[in-house]
């Protein structure tokens, strides 16, 4: 009962967070990797099929993790919402819901099944202030959203599966064959997380290398010798393995570009804080984690999560902090970018933190007890509780356990006051303004089925697919296209002189372009000149307008 109470206050907790930074259910991020995102949708949703390749096909690229866009194609096929509803909703259902049941997953794993395990993991999982808040604001990056949200869970299974768990570990049939449904939902929702589970499961892997040889040696036996020699080359060959698939599982290295953001005392600093990316700092959770480091390296138990932690936060430093060639293969699956690899921090500090903290609680129990004699925690009140006081008593309980914590909630705060400047819409908006949007979804009754839209997709107008379902050119602004569009976008508002262009014009099914001004959400881009500055002309109609900045044309010249 006390953990069913402690995770609806969390997820209450977790979602105010995040529906405070959208604004409003409908909103929009205002960010780049929004119009591929909303557009996919859309994608999946009218083709009905949201596999990698299809998703992949739809911009021109050979696959693309779906794991995400098919949730959210799926809950729109049930409840008809509008996309951008849709696209909001289901992002706090993971981050409230998924992400504190998968924490719980790891912690109770590697910290063993109590009350206070799940306390202090609820309140922790609601204070981070780089996920899930930071994936929503950042990019925007639903898809690590959801692969984040359920890593713990895939890490709680693998060192369950390891024989590393506190609990008694299913049969190995069972266990690995939940670990390989987990691990192949992470690389779904995005390939970077699944390798991020290698790296944060490694340090276990080699702990149960190092305990069975520590059995085994000296290998006296002729069976001792040929296991020793199994269990070392399975450990080469994953090593190896691990590091090819490292090398070659990553974007092209013209697209992973982000620069060290600090220095590296600075990112020192922050990860001792548990202020990443210029965070209000979190003294308690720090406090807990080093408590946690140190308990675990004395008492000699579990010493594998220290690992995990140091290999999390090595990630961190290296993008955010630390500018030299072995960066590049070090972070290169993340395009070197600082912000996907904090959104991971939470990951690694949730193990030793919990144990910190519960290593300090059961220390202030003991001298309480030393003190007075009594136990604390171990008062009953007369009676047995039915499932209503034990209700109120869980609510109690979590809510003084929040009272200490609560200013380690403002990091939360701020980061939801944060990105809730991608979500305002006024005319100022990094992507798509209020009159735009207005135009956009009056195209079902501007335009007919099956035309197809031209536009400067940067400027918002790409996003009339996942809007209105009107077809556009260009559904994402790295979209790869052939030379048809590249034409089109040059020349569109020229081709009653140029013959060429109508071809182009006419072999997209180009009826309609819109123009939105010069306004985009990534800077000027070259190769765009047919559809910018738009006027009525001989190969152009005005069609439609909202306001003074958003416009529909009928293309008039090839038709």
């Given at each position: 009962?006390?953990?069913?109470?402690?995770?609806?206050?969390?997820?209450?907790?977790?979602?105010?967070?995040?529906?405070?930074?959208?604004?409003?259910?409908?909103?929009?991020?205002?960010?780049?990797?929004?119009?591929?995102?909303?557009?996919?949708?859309?994608?999946?949703?009218?083709?009905?099929?949201?596999?990698?390749?299809?998703?992949?096909?739809?911009?021109?690229?050979?696959?693309?993790?779906?794991?995400?866009?098919?949730?959210?194609?799926?809950?729109?096929?049930?409840?008809?919402?509008?996309?951008?509803?849709?696209?909001?909703?289901?992002?706090?259902?993971?981050?409230?819901?998924?992400?504190?049941?998968?924490?719980?997953?790891?912690?109770?794993?590697?910290?063993?099944y109590r009350k206070a395990t799940a306390i202090v993991?609820?309140?922790?999982s609601a204070g981070f202030a780089t996920f899930p808040?930071?994936?929503?604001?950042?990019?925007?990056?639903?898809?690590?959203?959801?692969?984040?949200?359920?890593?713990?869970?895939?890490?709680?299974?693998?060192?369950?599966?390891?024989?590393?768990?506190?609990?008694?570990?299913?049969?190995?049939?069972?266990?690995?064959?939940?670990?390989?449904?987990?691990?192949?939902?992470?690389?779904?929702?995005?390939?970077?997380?699944?390798?991020?589970?290698?790296?944060?499961?490694?340090?276990?892997?080699?702990?149960?290398?190092?305990?069975?040889?520590?059995?085994l040696w000296p290998p006296e036996s002729r069976e001792?010798?040929?296991?020793?020699?199994?269990?070392?080359?399975?450990?080469?060959?994953?090593?190896?393995?691990?590091?090819?698939?490292?090398?070659?599982?990553?974007?092209?290295?013209?697209?992973?570009?982000?620069?060290?953001?600090?220095?590296?005392?600075?990112?020192?600093?922050?990860?001792?804080?548990?202020?990443?990316?210029?965070?209000?700092?979190?003294?308690?959770?720090?406090?807990?984690?080093?408590?946690?480091?140190?308990?675990?390296?004395?008492?000699?138990?579990?010493?594998?999560?220290?690992?995990?932690?140091?290999?999390?936060?090595?990630?961190?430093?290296?993008?955010?902090?630390?500018?030299?060639?072995?960066?590049?293969?070090?972070?290169?699956?993340?395009?070197?970018?600082?912000?996907?690899?904090?959104?991971?921090?939470?990951?690694?500090?949730?193990?030793?933190?919990?144990?910190?903290?519960?290593?300090?609680?059961?220390?202030?129990?003991?001298?309480?007890?030393?003190?007075?004699?009594?136990?604390?925690?171990?008062?009953?009140?007369?009676?047995?509780?039915?499932?209503?006081?034990?209700?109120?008593?869980?609510?109690?309980?979590?809510?003084?356990?929040?009272?200490?914590?609560?200013?380690?909630?403002?990091?939360?705060?701020?980061?939801?006051?944060?990105?809730?400047?991608?979500?305002?819409?006024?005319?100022?908006?990094?992507?798509?303004?209020?009159?735009?949007?207005?135009?956009?979804?009056?195209?079902?009754?501007?335009?007919?089925?099956?035309?197809?839209?031209?536009?400067?997709?940067?400027?918002?107008?790409?996003?009339?697919?996942?809007?209105?379902?009107?077809?556009?050119?260009?559904?994402?602004?790295?979209?790869?296209?052939?030379?048809?569009?590249?034409?089109?976008?040059?020349?569109?508002?020229?081709?009653?002189?140029?013959?060429?262009?109508?071809?182009?014009?006419?072999?997209?099914?180009?009826?309609?372009?819109?123009?939105?001004?010069?306004?985009?959400?990534?800077?000027?881009?070259?190769?765009?000149?047919?559809?910018?500055?738009?006027?009525?002309?001989?190969?152009?109609?005005?069609?439609?307008?909202?306001?003074?900045?958003?416009?529909?044309?009928?293309?008039?010249?090839?038709?």
């Amino acid at each position: 009962m006390t953990v069913g109470i402690g995770v609806v206050i969390t997820s209450l907790v977790i979602g105010m967070q995040m529906a405070t930074a959208m604004i409003h259910p409908d909103s929009i991020s205002q960010t780049y990797d929004n119009v591929f995102h909303l557009n996919a949708v859309r994608w999946a949703m009218e083709s009905q099929n949201s596999s990698p390749l299809n998703l992949g096909a739809f911009t021109g690229i050979s696959a693309y993790p779906a794991g995400w866009h098919a949730f959210v194609a799926i809950v729109g096929e049930l409840t008809g919402a509008t996309i951008p509803v849709l696209v909001n909703s289901t992002s706090i259902a993971i981050g409230a819901v998924a992400w504190p049941l998968s924490a719980l997953f790891l912690t109770f794993a590697v910290a063993g099944y109590r009350k206070a395990t799940a306390i202090v993991t609820l309140v922790f999982s609601a204070g981070f202030a780089t996920f899930p808040i930071l994936m929503i604001d950042w990019g925007v990056l639903y898809p690590n959203l959801l692969s984040i949200s359920v890593l713990p869970a895939a890490l709680g299974l693998a060192f369950t599966a390891l024989g590393l768990g506190y609990h008694n570990r299913p049969p190995a049939l069972i266990a690995w064959l939940s670990l390989g449904v987990a691990v192949a939902g992470v690389a779904l929702a995005h390939p970077s997380t699944l390798m991020a589970f290698l790296a944060f499961a490694l340090p276990g892997a080699l702990a149960v290398y190092y305990f069975r040889i520590r059995r085994l040696w000296p290998p006296e036996s002729r069976e001792s010798r040929r296991q020793a020699l199994i269990l070392t080359a399975a450990l080469l060959g994953g090593l190896v393995l691990l590091t090819v698939v490292w090398y070659f599982l990553r974007p092209p290295s013209d697209a992973a570009n982000w620069r060290v953001v600090q220095t590296p005392p600075q990112a020192i600093g922050e990860l001792l804080f548990n202020a990443p990316l210029g965070r209000p700092s979190q003294e308690i959770l720090s406090v807990c984690l080093i408590a946690g480091i140190i308990h675990l390296w004395i008492t000699k138990s579990r010493r594998w999560l220290i690992g995990t932690y140091l290999i999390g936060a090595a990630l961190f430093f290296f993008a955010a902090g630390y500018n030299a060639p072995i960066r590049q293969f070090i972070t290169g699956v993340w395009y070197f970018d600082s912000y996907r690899l904090a959104a991971l921090l939470p990951v690694v500090v949730l193990g030793p933190a919990v144990i910190g903290a519960l290593f300090l609680v059961d220390l202030v129990r003991e001298k309480i007890r030393t003190a007075d004699g009594s136990v604390f925690g171990k008062t009953r009140l007369p009676g047995n509780p039915g499932p209503t006081r034990q209700a109120v008593l869980a609510s109690v309980v979590y809510a003084v356990a929040l009272v200490p914590i609560a200013p380690q909630l403002l990091p939360v705060n701020f980061a939801s006051y944060q990105a809730h400047w991608q979500y305002r819409s006024d005319a100022n908006a990094a992507l798509l303004s209020p009159e735009e949007r207005r135009l956009l979804e009056r195209l079902p009754q501007t335009t007919e089925p099956g035309a197809n839209i031209a536009g400067l997709p940067s400027s918002g107008t790409a996003l009339a697919y996942a809007l209105s379902g009107r077809t556009v050119i260009q559904p994402h602004i790295l979209t790869t296209h052939g030379s048809d569009v590249d034409v089109v976008n040059a020349g569109l508002k020229n081709a009653a002189d140029f013959p060429a262009v109508c071809e182009s014009v006419r072999s997209l099914n180009v009826r309609y372009v819109l123009d939105f001004g010069t306004r985009t959400v990534t800077g000027t881009l070259a190769g765009y000149g047919g559809v910018m500055d738009l006027e009525e002309n001989a190969s152009l109609e005005l069609v439609d307008s909202e306001g003074s900045g958003a416009r529909l044309f009928k293309v008039t010249a090839c038709w």
